[in-house]
């Protein structure tokens, strides 16, 4: 009985020791895995939780927070939707190597530079030849474009919902972020529930400090200047600065009639379009502008800034530049033309009489993209006797004046020309219309 009252004892002892060790492994355990938590220095990069995007599932009228850009059909969409009942869409018609747009309003999502932000949205296409694609890009309190970033991603054909993501980080000066749904070449797209935030570290106690990127300087133009004259083109109208051609204009090819049916306002440009209608022994009618009648088409020196983008297409010109204010030419200053069959080059023209009172020329050809594919900055300084021109901020050209001073005149244009010319060749119905596209002009006055 004894033995038995012992072993019982001692059985008793045993699971009494058998859950202190028990207890003592759950709290080490637990304090090891605190103590891992607090040690993480890699945390894992979320997206925050607050959605920048306007309206970003589409379920009430986009219209008022967004806007649409191209050729093509665009609607608030109740046929597919990736959440919800509604979606935006486009059926596209733009040609292959362009894109139409649904894109937010450009002062509607306010940035901070240095931030790094992070979107995301849903897309399906139907019939889609090249591709749609997600874009965020960056602005300053004057709405000037500083750079954006398209994502590596993107969706082709037909296909059901995909989604695509982009990253960028604002550079210096940024006060407004866009997010921009773009389709390249015909087809139909849907889009919904875009998503835009900050990148954060989650979890991290204090994490490390990470320098902000500075981007490389743009260089400045020489001389000082101060804003003299500016057309952003907001609203539906041209400003009353403008003179809008009319019939056969001096240098053009004759195979081109002007008509102010081809100047057109909307969406924050001006858009100068070439297109097939033949009438009074020409083929194409044409859009072009001059400020001849403003304060400003009369000046001897200055500084001249364009935002552009050339139109695409075989036998297309897009033109800007200078000419004589009185009618005579030359001289003629050649700020940016690009022509559709050599899509690569840009050219900076000085034309002035040679020592035979003939038309000389001063070209320089400028490569390295395709300049009717997205916008550029195309800026001409004319400094006493010295020429300047620049491309993206960057200097390509510096010229001796070779034409005598006289008061000058800015205008642009588009046009076609005649089938087998060297320049521009003719353009095809199945490429037009075609256009040239402006984003802003401004006229500097030298101090």
């Known amino acids: ?69 191209g050729k093509g059909t665009f609607t608030w969409a109740n046929d597919a939707a990736h959440t919800g009942s509604r979606s935006t869409k486009i059926v ?26 992070s979107a995301s949205v849903w897309m399906k296409s139907i019939s889609v030849v090249q591709y749609g694609k997600l874009v ?43 997010v921009e749904f773009r389709l390249y070449g015909p087809g139909t797209l849907w889009v919904d529930d875009v998503n835009l935030g900050l990148k954060t570290a989650a979890s991290a106690p204090t994490p490390a400090p990470v320098p902000t990127l500075t981007p490389t300087p743009t260089p400045k133009p020489s001389g000082f200047y101060t804003l003299f004259w500016s057309d952003e083109f907001n609203g539906n109208t041209l400003s009353s600065g403008w003179r809008v051609y009319g019939g056969n204009q001096s240098g053009a090819t004759s195979d081109t009639l002007f008509h102010s049916n081809m100047v057109k306002v909307s969406n924050g440009q001006l858009h100068l379009g070439i297109a097939m209608n033949p009438s009074n022994g020409r083929k194409y009618i044409g859009g072009g502008v001059d400020n001849l009648n403003s304060v400003t088409g009369k000046l001897t020196q200055g500084r001249w800034e364009i935002r552009a983008k050339m139109p695409q297409g075989f036998g297309t010109d897009g033109y800007i530049g200078l000419f004589g204010s009185a009618g005579k030419w030359p001289p003629e200053i050649v700020i940016a033309e690009n022509i559709g069959k050599r899509p690569i080059i840009a050219y900076l023209i000085q034309v002035y009489s040679n020592t035979l009172n003939k038309p000389a020329y001063d070209v320089t050809q400028v490569t390295g993209t395709t300049w009717n594919t ?74």
């Not at 004892?9 to 304090?31: A, C, P, W």
């Not at 733009?94 to 240095?114: E, H, M």
Request: aromatic share 14%; proline share 4%.
């Open 374 to 447: 997205g916008f550029h900055v195309y800026t001409f300084e004319w400094d006493n006797s010295t020429l300047k021109w620049y491309v993206d901020g960057n200097l390509k050209k510096t010229s001796k004046q070779l034409y005598p001073t006289i008061p000058m005149k800015f205008g642009m244009g588009a046009w076609s020309g005649i089938c087998g010319s060297d320049w521009p060749d003719c353009a095809s119905s199945k490429i037009l219309p075609a256009y040239l596209d402006i984003d802003y002009v401004r006229i500097y006055r030298k101090n």
């Open 136 to 178: 965020i890009n960056f602005w300053d309190a004057s709405l000037n474009y500083l750079g954006g970033t398209e994502s590596a991603g993107s969706i082709r054909g037909t296909t059901d919902w995909t989604q695509l993501a982009v990253q960028g980080i604002a550079p210096s000066k940024t006060a407004f972020v866009r």
């Open 1 to 69: 009985m004894r033995e038995i009252n012992r072993k019982l004892i001692r059985l008793k002892i045993m699971e009494h020791i058998k859950r202190i060790y028990i207890v003592l492994f759950t709290l080490l355990f637990s304090i090891s895995i605190s103590s891992a938590a607090t040690l993480n220095t890699n945390p894992t990069v979320t997206s925050s939780s607050t959605n920048l995007a306007p309206n970003s599932g589409f379920e009430t009228d986009p219209l008022v927070d967004y806007f649409t850009y």
């Open 92 to 117: 596209s018609i733009q040609p292959t190597g362009s894109y139409a747009r649904w894109l937010s309003k450009t002062d509607k999502i306010s940035g901070q530079a240095g931030n790094d932000y």
